[in-house]
């Protein structure tokens, strides 16, 4: 009861100091009731909750589906809790093996397809996408995700200073664009979110993932690579995973999992911006507005940029 008795002096200590004599109010810190502990826990649960997120509703068509209506039910569907154990089969979906089965949405390759972020990314850390074609005989509504299917779609890269390492956060609603290459047929699209707040000790990293359920319509033939396998394809150890953010500050990072599925923006890179001295420039993305450019000296590319972007238009 010792830890219990703290979490309930953390919690409602304030409260019931206020409201019994000062006497009474030491007697029921040293023995709480059974109620009072209770409501301590539920406390503590929903303020825990509000700090972490889930990706319920799927983004297509201009709209927001139902909770649950197109994605996976995830096992943390009241908690909000993350995976830490990147050895579970948590890692595929985290899906909730009792949960009713969800519908899949019609999108076309080439389109942006999101998720509804409940409540908000609170937390430092990347953002990427994988794709898993469903296999023959299989739909994506009765298929987990099993073996080395899954090929990186797109991550988002930190911004890194001499004071700190950051990532976009608050966001409500993250988006992906399906790659217009890729055969039609139905897909597993797991979104994923590694929070690095307390990642400086392995196993400390906390991913929060969700499958959504899609049938891509148009398309092209070209197979996503490379494949991985979901637990398999990070390690607690992985750079990525096992770093602290803080101190001292980071002064480069890598995303876990293996590279990006292969764009057009090589043809970018090589026709527009030849020797030009950058650090990074980079997508994995064919939708224009998801290229994405980090300058190591001066703001050339940054200057030139609509030049550059409007020649990827009209070339790609």
Known sequence: MRATTAIWLNIT???????LPR???????????????TTAVLLLSASLASAHYTFPGLI??????????????????????PVTDVTSSDMRC????AAPIASTANVAAGSQVGFRVDTSISHPGPLLFYLAKVPSGRTAANWDGDGAVWFKI???????????????????????TIPSCIPAGEYLLRVEHIALHSAGSAGGAQLYLACGQINVTGGGSKAGTPLVSFPG???ATDPGLLINIYWPIPTSY???GPKAMAAK??????TYFGNINYHTIYSQSHNIQQIRYAVLQQDQLQSNSSKYLSAYEKNT
């Open 265 to 270: 923006f090589s043809k970018l890179k090589r």
């Open 254 to 256: 890598t995303n876990p």
């Open 233 to 235: 394809a990070y390690k």
């Open 94 to 97: 985290y899906k909730d093996p």
């Open 154 to 176: 797109w991550e988002n890269r930190p911004t890194i200073t001499s004071s700190s390492i950051s990532w976009p956060s608050g966001q409500t609603q993250v988006f992906v």
């Open 23 to 37: 006497s009474q109010a030491h007697s029921e810190l040293k023995h709480p009731s059974k109620m009072q502990l």
């Open 60 to 81: 297509f068509g201009g709209a927001v589906s139902a909770d649950w209506q197109y994605v996976k039910m995830t096992t943390n569907k009241y908690s909000h809790g």
């Open 13 to 19: 200590e304030p409260l019931i100091i206020q409201q």
